[in-house]
């Protein structure tokens, strides 16, 4: 097995952030820096930063159905935080991108870095689908330019997919999107006068939120 790979598996660092941990020293195996590719035998030691390295035998993601209110921080400066709603054996987790304290819906935690990164990287195409609840009625012109030419936004142009939840009510949407720009649906929205009251994250990639209750978490091993 490769050296990043290895490193990868056992920590919750990407294989790219692994590779930047190698080129820096920080990795050793058998007492001796890590060499860029070198291949690990099971009968070699590994370490990070001085602490050893043991392989995973098993790794755990959770979906989470995150309330409002919450932040996807260990910290919450004054804020309740995801972590209270886990377990302390559940406490190593992190989550695979981020919602913001303002939206709600299926939240993905885990201690696989590859499984992250497949799920995160941009190459990657993973669909994200949402809920949303605007102040008003979206215009026709409006949709055309969201679902069609995009938005400028300072970032980029934002395309998103939008189909109407209920007939009849141009308020509410269903948006899917590709990318994971920073509070991307909130500023598309808000470039053509909008104000999204609810956003509500149904389905990341393979994994949809289904049943699930809010503040309840459905435990996966992989």
């Known amino acids: ?23 820096n020293g920080r990795v050793r195996v058998n007492g001796q820096p890590a060499e860029t590719g070198q291949q690990i035998k099971p009968t070699d030691q590994v370490s990070l930063d001085n602490r050893p390295l043991i392989l995973r035998s098993q ?19 004054g804020s309740r935080t995801i972590y209270e709603l886990l377990p302390s054996e559940l406490g190593h987790l992190k989550p695979v991108g981020r919602l913001d304290k303002d939206t709600s819906g299926l939240l993905l935690m885990t201690d696989d870095g590859q499984l992250a990164h497949k799920l995160t990287h941009p190459s990657f195409h993973k669909t994200k689908v949402y809920e949303i609840t605007l102040n008003k009625a979206l215009q026709p012109l409006h949709r055309q330019m969201i679902s069609e030419h995009g ?21 509410r949407w269903r948006v899917a999107m590709h990318e994971g720009r920073n509070r991307q649906i909130r500023r598309t929205f808000a470039a053509l006068g909008y104000k999204v009251a609810k956003l509500h994250r149904t389905q990341f990639g393979p994994y ?10 459905d435990l996966k091993k992989i």
């Open 1 to 23: 097995m490769r050296i990043n790979k290895y490193v990868a598996q056992a920590t919750d660092l990407s294989r790219r952030a692994a590779d930047a941990a190698i080129a």
């Open 59 to 77: 790794t755990t993601t959770i979906m989470l159905h995150k309330p409002v209110g919450y932040v996807c921080s260990r910290d919450g400066q």
């Open 151 to 171: 938005v400028m936004l300072e970032d980029g142009v934002s395309r998103l997919s939008l189909e109407r939840l209920t007939e009849k009510d141009d308020s």
């Open 208 to 217: 949809h939120q289904g049943d699930l209750a809010a503040g309840k978490f």
